[in-house]
């Protein structure tokens, strides 16, 4: 079972900020939420990861909610080449180690 | 260049004729993955490694071996191929030493049994 709910698809206008929502309601206090994209049917491409602060790089920034039940992909300036399926994971070092990828969401960044 | 390669990235077989899609990395990471991607149905991975000699069944392992006998190959072995096997497959590695821990991918193997 996935152990996170994104929407299927999203559209975004370009130059506009794309939001990304995802739900992980049962992460546990050592999981990760990892974000990856994938366009086309090249392998998926690491974004950005956190685990309760808010974190931000150079191509994204993340935000976890309090209760990090919930977390929000921010692409601030989406270009047509951000047009990919975005994944929401959550991972950590104990557990199982498995991966569960889910469906993601498809994002269409519009002109 | 850090990178993990798949071999072949094509491949058309036929039922029953086994085959061996072979990964490589480069990096020295402990843990390697793979995946197997349908439309519709995201990517579902098929067995890990967390290191030499230990290997783990992922969520769709029927079908495959896989084996880690050197840390930067993990070959993943289709016995008797069957056409439900028809799929994009991808091969991925991350270290388990320090973070972030992110996965790097393979460019991914088509593969069609008729």
């Known amino acids: 079972d996935a152990k996170t709910t994104q929407p299927t698809s999203m559209d975004c206008a370009e130059g506009r900020a794309a939001n990304l929502p995802c739900n992980h309601s049962?992460?546990?206090?050592?999981?990760?939420v990892y974000w990856y994209r994938q366009i086309h049917s090249q392998g998926p491409q690491y974004i950005i990861h956190g685990l309760k602060n808010n974190e931000t790089n150079e191509m994204a920034s993340l935000i976890i909610t309090e209760d990090r039940k919930s977390s929000t992909l921010i692409l601030p300036h989406a270009t047509l080449r951000d047009t990919a399926v975005y994944y929401c994971?959550?991972?950590?070092?104990?557990?199982?180690?498995?991966?569960?990828f889910g469906t993601g969401t498809r994002l269409k960044v519009l002109a | 260049e850090a990178q993990v390669t798949q071999n072949p990235r094509y491949l058309i077989t036929v039922t029953g004729k086994k085959l061996t899609v072979t990964c490589s990395q480069n990096?020295?990471?402990?843990?390697m993955s793979w995946y197997r991607q349908d439309p519709g149905l995201g990517l579902r991975q098929i067995y890990y490694s967390m290191n030499v000699e230990v290997t783990d069944k992922g969520d769709v392992p029927e079908g495959y071996k896989v084996s880690r006998k050197e840390k930067r190959n993990f070959p993943l072995i289709l016995e008797s191929p069957s056409p439900n096997q028809t799929s994009l497959y991808f091969c991925?590695?991350?270290?388990?030493?320090?973070?972030?821990?992110?996965?790097?991918f393979g460019p991914g193997t088509r593969l069609t049994v008729t």
């Open positions: 994971i959550v991972w950590g070092t104990s557990g199982t180690y498995k991966y569960i």
């Open positions: 049962t992460i546990s206090g050592n999981e990760y």
């Open positions: 991925a590695s991350s270290t388990l030493t320090a973070g972030p821990y992110e996965q790097y």
């Open positions: 990096m020295n990471h402990e843990y």
